[in-house]
C-alpha cells in the first residue's frame, strides 16, 4: 500500500527513455512526498506509451512548454549525460529545481557555469548519484561522521559484471524504445575508456567522498584487456586521509561495489550489489566503544525512490540534503577529469588545477 504525505512536491520528468522507464517514472509515482505531474519527451511514441502506463496528469513533447507550467515545482533530467547542464540551466530560469541524473555533465567548465547559476537562484539542485540513499551506506557515512572519529584511510571499489545483462533483463522492465528519441551527435559511448569513467566512475568517487570528504590529489594507472578497463587511482583526501579507488569494468563475476574505511575508533566494511535488486549493501561498521559489529537491516533500498524522497524533502521541508548538491557535482567531475590526466602523463593531479572534460 502507498501512502502520500499531505504536502508532494509536484514533478515533471523529461526523458521517456531506459533510466525513466527502469527508476524516475515508478520512483516518483512511489515516492511518499511526490507525484507525477508530467512527463516529457520528444519522441510521441515513447512519450505516448509512458503515459499509458505511468498516468501523469499531462504529457509535453517540448521541454519549453513542461517547464512554463506552473503546476510543475520540479523537474528529474533523465537524458544523456552531454544534454544535463544546458537542460538543467532551463530548468533554473524557469524556476523549478532540478534532480539531474549523474553526471552533473561532462566538462568542469559548463559544471562550474551551472552552480554559478544555482548561486543566483533559491532552488534545489541534485546530483543523481542514489548510492548515497541505499540505507547501509547512509549508516556507515553517518557511523563515521559521528563515532569513528579520525579517519585514517578508505578503500573503495567498483566492478561492473560481464553478467550484468542477464540480470537486468530479469529484474528491469523490457525497455520501449524509439526511433524518435533525442541523442547527442555522435556515438558518446564509443569511446569506452572516457564512457566508462563518466557513467561508473562518477559513482565510486561520489561514493568516496561521501563518506571521506573532499579529493584534493589523485595519481592514477590504467590498464585495459579483453574488452576491461581498469583505473588503480591512489587519493588524497584534503582531511589528510589517504585513499585508494580500483574501477574494473566489466570484471568475470558478479557485479560489485564496496568500501573499508579505517578510523581512530572504529572500522567500516561494505558490499554493495547491483542497484537494480533494490537491496541495501552489507555493511558492518565496528566500534571500539562497545567493541561490536553494528548493521541496518534497509528494508527499504529503492534508492531511485529515496533519492526523490530526500529532494522534495529538502524543497518542501528545508531539510538538509543527503543527495549530491552541484558542489558534489563539480567535485566528482574534477576528480574524473584529475583520474583520466593523471593516466595520461602518470604524475600526481590536483583536482583544483584541472579543465576540460574526460
Ligand atoms: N543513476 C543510475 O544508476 C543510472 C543508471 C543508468 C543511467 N543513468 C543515467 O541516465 C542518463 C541516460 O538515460 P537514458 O539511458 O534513459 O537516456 P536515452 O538517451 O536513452 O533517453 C533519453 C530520452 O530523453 C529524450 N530527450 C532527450 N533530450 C530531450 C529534450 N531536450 N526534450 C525532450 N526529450 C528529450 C529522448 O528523446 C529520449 O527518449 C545518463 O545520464 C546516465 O548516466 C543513471
Partial sequence: MLTKDAQ???????????????????????????????????????????????????TYTDYAAMLADPEIDAVIIGVADQFHVALAQQALAAGKHVLVEK?????????????????????VLQVG???????????ARTFIHEQMGQVMALKAWYYDSFYRYTMTDNLQPIPQLSAQARRPAGNPKADKQRYF???????????????????????????????????????????????????????????EEGFQVFGEQGSVVARGYLPWYHK??????????????????????????????????????????????????VAAMRAMVAIARSVESGAPVQLAEVSGGV
Avoid at 131 to 137: A, H, L, T
Fill in 280 to 329: 541495501s549493501s552489507h555493511v558492518e561498521c565496528f566500534s571500539a566503544r562497545d567493541r561490536q559489529y553494528h548493521r541496518v537491516l534497509g528494508e527499504d533500498s529503492y534508492t531511485y525512490k529515496l533519492q526523490i524522497e530526500g529532494f522534495a524533502d529538502a524543497i518542501l521541508h528545508g531539510k538538509p540534503q543527503q543527495g549530491a548538491t552541484v558542489e558534489d557535482g
Fill in 8 to 58: 508532494r512536491l509536484r514533478i515533471g520528468v523529461l526523458g521517456a527513455g531506459p533510466i525513466s522507464q527502469f527508476a524516475h517514472l515508478d520512483a516518483t509515482r512511489k515516492a511518499r512526498n511526490a507525484d507525477l505531474v508530467a512527463i516529457c519527451d520528444a519522441a510521441e511514441d515513447l512519450l505516448a506509451r509512458m503515459a499509458a502506463v505511468h498516468q501523469p496528469t499531462r
Fill in 197 to 255: 569513467m563518466l557513467t561508473h566512475g562518477s559513482h565510486l568517487v561520489d561514493t568516496a567522498r561521501f563518506l571521506a570528504g573532499e579529493i584534493v590529489q589523485v595519481q592514477a594507472r590504467f590498464i585495459q584487456r579483453f574488452d576491461a578497463y581498469g583505473w588503480f587511482v591512489a587519493v588524497d583526501f584534503a582531511s589528510g586521509a589517504l585513499g585508494h579507488l580500483d574501477l574494473i569494468i566489466p570484471i568475470q563475476g558478479d557485479f
Fill in 103 to 123: 553526471p552533473l555533465g561532462v566538462s568542469v567548465e559548463e559544471c562550474e557555469a551551472l552552480r554559478a547559476s544555482v548561486a543566483t537562484t533559491q532552488l
Fill in 129 to 139: 548519484n542514489n548510492r548515497r540513499f541505499d540505507p547501509g551506506v547512509a549508516f
